[in-house]
């Protein structure tokens, strides 16, 4: 699996990326439409979780939790 670096700087160098930033950024450097789809509703609901303005940096493991935890019932794709 290969890691995808969000391009540019941080929104603010003291406080680091908001939720809604990092996501935009990371959806925007996918080229397929359908891996993009697929992300963007996971991330949707990272972002309704942690609210947009949430810094990334400050995430906790608990709201990541919640998060996947709708895929605890989800049949392996592979």
């Known amino acids: 699996m290969s890691v995808v670096a969000f391009p ?3 929104t603010d160098p003291v406080t680091g990326s908001t939720v809604a930033a990092a996501v935009d950024r ?3 450097s996918l ?3 359908t891996t993009r ?3 963007a ?3 949707a609901r990272l972002t309704t979780v942690a609210r947009p303005q949430h ?3 400050t995430l906790t493991p608990e ?3 919640t998060v996947m935890d709708q895929w605890k019932s989800a ?3 592979t």
Request: net charge negative; hydrophobic share 50%.
């Open 37 to 39: 789809t697929g992300y």
């Open 55 to 57: 810094p990334v940096a």
């Open 63 to 65: 709201q990541y939790a």
């Open 26 to 28: 990371f959806l925007e």
């Open 41 to 43: 509703e996971l991330l």
């Open 75 to 77: 049949a392996a794709a």
């Open 31 to 33: 080229t397929a439409a």
């Open 8 to 10: 540019g700087p941080p």
